[in-house]
């Protein structure tokens, strides 16, 4: 039996065997620039293709000449419609399944292809039976006569939802994830097991003036100043042997480093780094986040100068200087406070007046700690403590220290 002389029972076998061979079609619907008819005389090759890697399909050939159609049994499960109405009228159909918004499109490519004596694949949305709307990819042949003229066209109907919405999501997800990256200030990095930079986000070029081709395949040590290496050693030799051993433990290191900016000075960066995993649990790179906490540094550092310059200034004071809280618990006292109550600061720190004092010094202190919180002012008072020569005098000041929306200090 030739080319010319084939049934239309014997395409509808061949269609229903294009899941394993839908090669040759899901080729040229990739490369929609190349266009494909046969001959009579030609023979039709459809080399195999992995089924897993489409959707849904089904098959259809058309008698140009008298508009019958026939559908394989996949074209009935694609489209949700009954075999036993199935009319054979393209026409009638086509109205039927192709959304109204395609349907023109669907109609002027057909025509289309039909004077230009070529196909290409077009996509196109239905409406099942049931109202749901489904995205179509179709991929067609024609049979040419001896003249050339199509007299006969046969193709698959690829179902491609699914994939659609899932390229979709991807695209998605990739166009946050980039845009993160890009407009975020921390800086996220990967690392491969040589400790050399595999990606860097655009961030980089505001943290150190880099731009991330600057950085890549550059190691972490490259962007340290030499005097800090060996303070982080330890810390970087772990990291080293972990990506040696192909170990996933530790599973995060916090390390605070200053880096090279390009233009010569130091930046503080907090890195936080966590291992790159395979699915066997091999570690094979590390992912890192470094954030630039150069003024927070240089906040603590002013803040920490002030509280040793509070402290000496305090410890050098003449007089006794004490802080306590609202439950009267001594939070902060100087040596000559100290050595007025026959003891040393570490002794009574976080003790109540009670615990370090005599009943009736005592008693009177909390009375006047109370009525300072309770009045919110400052107020004066006298007291007399023991002294190796007798009894000493004190004029002691107290007042309450605002702590915002927390209890005042005294």
């Not at 049931?130 to 003249?147: I, K, M, N, P, W």
């Not at 982080?232 to 170990?247: F, K, N, S, Y």
């Not at 100068?305 to 000496?312: T, V």
């Not at 007798?390 to 220290?401: A, E, Q």
Request: glycine share 6%.
């Amino acid at each position: 039996m030739n080319d010319q002389s084939k049934t239309k029972d014997a395409l509808i076998a061949e269609l229903q065997a294009l899941r394993q061979q839908v090669a040759r079609l899901e080729s040229q619907l990739e490369t929609p620039s190349v266009p494909s008819s046969i001959s009579p005389r030609d023979q039709v090759d459809l080399s195999p293709a992995s089924p897993e890697s489409i959707g849904p399909l089904g098959g259809f050939t058309q008698d140009l000449r008298t508009g019958a159609i026939t559908w394989s049994p996949g074209m009935f499960v694609i489209t949700g419609l009954d075999p036993r109405g199935f009319s054979g009228d393209l026409r009638a159909i086509s109205e039927q399944i192709v959304h109204p918004d395609d349907l023109a499109i669907v109609h002027a490519q057909t025509a289309r292809m039909i004077a230009e004596r070529q196909t290409w694949p077009i996509e196109f949305r239905i409406v099942r039976h049931d109202g749901e709307v489904r995205l179509l990819r179709s991929g067609t042949q024609f049979v040419l006569d001896e003249e050339g003229v199509p007299v006969e066209v046969y193709g698959v109907h690829f179902d491609i939802t699914e994939q659609r919405r899932l390229a979709d999501e991807v695209q998605t997800s990739a166009h946050r994830y980039r845009f993160l990256a890009e407009h975020i200030h921390d800086v996220i990095w990967t690392m491969d097991c040589s400790m050399r930079f595999t990606y860097i986000s655009p961030s980089v070029e505001r943290l150190l003036g880099y731009v991330p081709g600057d950085i890549l395949q550059r190691a972490l040590t490259e962007l340290l100043f030499p005097d800090i290496l060996a303070e982080v050693t330890g810390e970087l030799v772990a990291i080293e042997d972990a990506l040696a051993t192909r170990d996933c433990a530790p599973a995060q290191q916090r390390l605070v480093l200053p880096l090279h900016h390009k233009q010569g000075y130091g930046i503080w960066v907090e890195v936080v780094t966590s291992p790159l995993c395979d699915e066997s649990g091999n570690c094979v790179g590390i992912l890192g986040v470094a954030r630039d906490i150069t003024e927070r540094r240089e906040v603590e550092l002013a803040l920490r100068e002030s509280q040793e310059q509070f402290a000496l200034f305090m410890e050098y004071l003449p007089g006794a200087v004490f802080i306590k809280d609202s439950e009267g618990h001594l939070k902060f006292c100087n040596r000559n406070f100290a050595m007025a109550a026959g003891t040393t600061p570490d002794q009574i720190l976080g003790k109540r007046s009670e615990e370090y004092m005599e009943p009736e010094a005592a008693a009177a202190f909390i009375e006047e700690n109370r009525s300072v919180l309770q009045e919110n002012r400052v107020c004066r008072y006298e007291h007399a403590f023991p002294a190796p020569d007798g009894l000493s005098y004190w004029l002691t000041i107290k007042f309450p220290i605002p702590r915002g929306d927390r209890t005042p200090l005294l």
